[in-house]
């Protein structure tokens, strides 16, 4: 066997592998499917701008809404008028930032384990491990989703803020039930800390079901020149899947930096070099060239259904 | 006598009399006092940053704060820091932009009569005084000062966002329930809508217990050229008494403009107006020219008691 024969076989095989824990929504071997995902949709009138942007043209193929906070409006009156728009609910139990913040959508006095001392919905994931009950984060999102599917929006997936419906069995068991509940698909990863193997054992049964073979995002600590090659440096080697990239878009405007300007990461001009990234013709170019399929949440259930 | 004489008679009777009918707080015959009132506070990050500037530089005087808007944690950490402020709560039944909204913060279920049917405070007036049952008046309206006390704002004042609680007898009465209950002065007028003669009857007789002669404000119409000259106009001819301006401050930004977008009036353009008009050393100049006194609220209070 040459180097060459020895290779490739060597590729098939790891192909043929790679195929035997996909998810169940794949089907084309040896195809690399990638839903570009905008975050965080009605937080600000800055991330709406360039989400709705992004949406229109294409750059991004689906995002996820925030119900509870003061744009979700303007999202509504969007979704109207972009139907076939692929749009999830970011279902969310965390008000993350310091002065701009959310209570929860079904009311204070309606669920006031899920209050911080200040009367918002928590700042970080613990403060709902540590206080959250179930039943009134069971509560809470249902009032999400409801309130987005009476305001017009055609739901096409549910995911979780801060992933913090991923860090206990309660609060998992909960977004198992919306899911089931709604019949709607759910982020859950094959691989990753959302279901997969590098999960804990309560959480690595649901890849299972999942429609997503791994979740990629870029991490903190890349200086905004080095954008678009830290993305390629995360999206070349992936084997043939179908993978979620999470990007956080927004304009970097007073209102922006006004709402993250204690938070560097996942902050105000994180978000610029985020939407530069994604409208750049440099970033598309690279798409197609690494033959990425471009697909929406809607498509994957669609083939799930069919498979 | 001389036409002149009678003029000057003429004059003194004209004080003499409005002396008689002045403002509780009212005490030097001759001076004209006046709040300079920005209203919104908390809206959003821009109205914020204005309003901020303005407080910190004295171009106003006072303010009132919407508590559940979204930037209100922000208004809340700078009284902290600012605990001489002159600030009050601006009473919100309504929620009035399109695609930028709030709902109360007691929570929908709380007080379902004054939710609209995007699940909202009523865009409009008409829509509370219509739908809304006034116990569920008091009970938001409660928990806006609680949550605001709550929260560090050392409160000097109520006022009522867009006037909705001078429409009926039963929403005033919510209105001067609270001043008493909570023991804070309210704004009332001794003449305008707002409680004077040129109120309904059953409003007429709080008069007495005003601490502010007229508010005036600009009116829609005015070309931003003409700003301070509308100003002037309306400044000028004032007799003595205690005056509240209201002002709207804001910066016209993308975020201010994504709120305000369908209301001309009182919209972006128009807080942008207004701030330039406050800043500038001519409407300062002109202040002092006409031997305006400024005061605030706490000012005013003071004032009553020592009566």
Redesign the interface.
Known sequence: MTRNRFRAVAIALAAVLAAGVMARGERAQGERRLIIHADDLGM???V??ATFEALEHGWVTSASILVP???F??V??WAKKHQDADLGIHLAVNSEW?????????????VPSLLDD???MALLEEGVVQRARPDEVEKELRAQID?AR??GVNITHLDSHMATLFRTPELFAVYRKLADSYRLPQLIEVYGERGGAEAPPWLANAAKTALVDRVVSIDPGVAASDWLAAYKKMLEPLPPGTYQLIVHLG?D???MR??TWDHPNWGSAWRQSDFDLVKSAEFRDFLKAQKFTLVSWRELAKNKKTM
Do not use: I, K, V
């Not at 310091?98 to 309606?110: C, E, I, K, Q, V």
């Open positions: 600000s009138h800055a709406n701008r906070c003061p744009w409006p303007e509504a009156a310091t002065g701009f913040r959310w209570g929860p959508l079904s009311g204070r006095g309606a200040q009367g918002y309130f009476t305001s304009y405007d007073e209102e006004g709402a």
